[in-house]
């Protein structure tokens, strides 16, 4: 319902920034929400677009940068990642990631550094670097040490490095956590 309201705020206006980004968002929280490759890739593109008409309208503010990476990102697992790999969508997925953080780099508590800290995470090797994942996941905390999916993404890390114990800290942090906070 809500992609609906904000499709109508376009139509009426396709000049509002606010309205477009905010658009954009929608369709990120849709497809982070599922795990369907094909809606990944068809709502990931629609939410890019939107995220992209945000920046042309103010290419200084960070939201439409912000969730043009993590629309383009989830565009990209739709496709699969070796396939985005070869296509060279990571150099956009980071090119709008890194002027959110020259932006802004604690919006979103600290939102540039946990998509950079997941993305290390799930390349295929040789790209994955769980030491730069880390870094961005302990950056990410500088801003906002509570939020449940910046501990459940260093968790599989942990996980991933075999320190179970410090994986089981930021899980325990993720079930005591307020849900209806981050």
């Known amino acids: ?14 000049k509002s920034f606010e309205a477009n980004w905010r658009l954009a968002r929608a369709y990120f929280w ?3 929400n ?3 490759g094909a809606t990944d890739k068809k709502l990931g593109w629609k939410g890019l677009h939107y995220a992209r008409a945000a920046i042309q309208l103010n290419p200084k503010r960070v939201e ?4 043009a990476a993590l629309t ?3 565009y990209s ?8 790999l070869r296509k060279g969508i990571e150099k956009k997925f980071r090119g709008h990631l890194d ?6 780099r604690g919006y979103e508590g600290g939102g540039a550094d946990r998509a950079y800290g997941n993305f290390w995470h799930v390349l295929p090797w040789p790209k994955k670097d769980n030491g730069k994942s880390l870094q961005h996941f302990k950056k990410s905390f500088t801003y906002n040490k509570t939020l449940p999916r910046t501990h459940f993404y260093i968790a599989r890390v942990y996980l991933d490095e075999g320190d179970k114990a410090a994986a089981k ?14």
């Not at 439409?64 to 969730?67: A, D, I, K, V």
């Not at 697992?77 to 985005?84: P, Q, R």
């Not at 899980?171 to 849900?179: E, G, V």
């Open 1 to 14: 319902k809500i992609i609906d309201l904000l499709k109508q705020a376009v139509d009426l206006n396709n």
């Open 30 to 32: 849709l497809c982070d």
């Open 34 to 36: 599922t795990e369907d």
């Open 64 to 67: 439409g940068h912000y969730f």
């Open 72 to 74: 383009v990102g989830e």
């Open 77 to 84: 697992k739709g496709l699969g990642i070796i396939t985005a």
């Open 99 to 104: 002027r959110a953080m020259r932006i802004n």
């Open 169 to 182: 800290r930021h899980i325990d942090k993720c079930l005591s956590a307020d849900p209806n906070k981050g």
